[in-house]
């Protein structure tokens, strides 16, 4: 079946450190793929997301490219903030809509 | 808008028992999905109801069941609790069917089984 395979945390980062968070995926076709992001004390929430590949989805400086050809879709950022400091969730969804599968996301902490 | 609530934020029940859990969508989302989050198995989705019809269900035993009424308020029920079944369930809603699209989650219900 399909499934996501997210780097183990925690990750510790200095303020304007970059930022990589791997995640690669095992579909059958073409699956959508997300990052979702949980700050402290919040509920979940979309980061960003792309629905076929070589798109690359982008939001508060976050990047992140479907590559088909290495079934990933790593989470990136040039310069991250003590404010990044979340947890972080690669999904896909299956390539008909009706699955959905959560890696097991990735605790950032972004020190000043 | 008013985001996805969920009602009550915590509830503790016993092995056996059976629990009911409510989700209210933000207004004009027609589609809830339910996922129990556990630190064992994180993030699970369990089922996915749009216009009060199970359009898709995840790999949950037939004591997990939900339904959905026609202002798009969806109930999940658990019977005969086991005690793995204490968890985070999140509620989620969303614009149509499918989860390949943008989904907006609430703030979850504890459950603790004793």
């Known amino acids: 079946g399909d499934s996501v395979t997210q780097m183990e945390g925690p990750v510790t980062l200095s303020e304007e450190a970059f930022l990589t968070i791997n995640c690669t995926y095992t579909?059958?076709?073409?699956?959508?793929l997300f990052w979702y992001v949980q700050y402290p004390g919040e509920g979940l929430q979309l980061l960003l997301k792309a629905t076929k590949a070589d798109d690359k989805g982008s939001n508060k400086g976050f990047e992140a490219t479907y590559r088909k050809e290495t079934t990933s879709f790593h989470l990136e950022k040039g310069s991250v903030q003590v404010s990044d400091s979340a947890v972080y969730f690669c999904a896909l969804s299956d390539r008909n809509g009706n699955q959905f599968y959560f890696g097991t996301g990735t605790s950032l902490t972004v020190i000043p | 808008k008013a985001g996805v609530t969920q009602t009550p934020r915590y509830l503790i029940k016993t092995r056996g028992q059976q629990v009911t859990l409510s989700c209210s969508p933000i207004s004009g989302h027609r589609s809830v999905s339910w996922y129990q989050q556990t630190p064992g198995q994180g993030l699970q989705f369990l089922f996915e109801?749009?216009?009060?019809?199970?359009?898709n269900k995840g790999n949950f035993p037939g004591r997990f069941s939900g339904r959905q009424f026609s202002n798009s308020r969806s109930e999940m029920n658990v019977s005969t609790l086991e005690l793995g079944d204490s968890a985070l369930y999140l509620c989620?809603?969303?614009?149509?069917?499918?989860?390949?699209?943008?989904?907006?989650f609430g703030p979850g219900t504890r459950l603790t089984v004793l």
């Open positions: 579909a059958t076709g073409y699956p959508s």
């Open positions: 109801y749009f216009s009060e019809t199970q359009r």
């Open positions: 989620a809603s969303s614009t149509n069917t499918g989860l390949n699209g943008e989904q907006f």
